[in-house]
């Protein structure tokens, strides 16, 4: 069964800091790995894609990291702001079918 | 572009009373997808449309959900009868393709069943 894990489930940090979110995966055959970030209240939107061949990505403040060989990924935000308090969801593509296999995300919370 | 529009954004609706809710996606957008999303279960595909022909709704979780795309800028979930478990976060998405193409998300319709 494909599943994709997230970890830590929640975490709290202090505006200026950084911070790294943890997403691994038994999605096979994989396909793409996305980053989404989802606000209160709104839909999610779409940070980063990576395909297999990808080792990095980044948009902006947030960079994500891709080992196909262990199915982890990463999301590291840097310099967090207020405004990237939300819940981070990894999202794993299978080459099989147009199914997509979420995450249950992270939640970060940033603090002033 | 304004992105995938939704409507309603909100509704609560008494047990037993049907529910449509209802989907513009982007226009161009050959694929589009209703996902739900709860706290229990996260974001769950219910169906996608290829060039307005369903091609997946094996995660339709009852007959009392159906849903149709009559053209390339509409589609529609209804849920008849509605059940207060079926209170959640209806999401539409669209995407010119799905391999390694953006997938856009609508602002959702939030659903309360009383």
């Known amino acids: 069964k494909n599943q994709v894990e997230q970890s830590p489930q929640s975490l709290i940090i202090l505006e200026g800091k950084n911070c790294t979110l943890q997403?691994?995966?038994?999605?096979?055959?994989?396909?793409?790995l996305r980053w989404y970030k989802q606000d209160t209240g709104r839909g999610p939107v779409s940070l980063t894609i990576?395909?297999?061949?990808?080792n990095t990505k980044s948009n902006g403040r947030y960079t994500a990291t891709l080992d196909a060989d262990t199915k982890q990924s990463s999301l590291h935000i840097t310099a967090s702001q207020l405004s990237d308090s939300a819940s981070y969801i990894c999202?794993?593509?299978?080459?099989?079918?147009?199914?997509?296999?979420f995450g249950a995300g992270t939640t970060v919370t940033v603090r002033a | 572009d304004a992105g995938v529009i939704q409507s309603p954004r909100h509704e609560v609706t008494e047990m037993g009373q049907e529910v449509t809710l209802r989907c513009k996606p982007i226009?161009?957008?050959?694929?589009l997808f209703w996902y739900r999303q709860t706290m229990m279960r996260g974001l769950e595909l219910l169906i996608y449309?290829?060039?307005?022909?369903?091609?997946?709704d094996s995660g339709m979780p009852e007959d009392r959900f159906s849903a149709k795309m009559p053209n390339a800028s509409f589609s529609t979930l209804k849920i008849q009868p509605s059940e207060p478990r079926d209170s959640a976060v209806y999401f539409c998405a669209s995407s010119r393709l799905v391999a390694g193409n953006t997938i856009y998300f609508g602002e959702g319709s939030w659903l309360t069943v009383v």
């Open positions: 999202v794993v593509s299978s080459s099989n079918d147009y199914k997509l296999s």
């Open positions: 990576m395909t297999f061949s990808e």
């Open positions: 449309f290829n060039n307005n022909v369903p091609i997946d």
């Open positions: 997403c691994n995966y038994t999605v096979s055959p994989f396909s793409n």
């Open positions: 226009s161009g957008h050959d694929y």
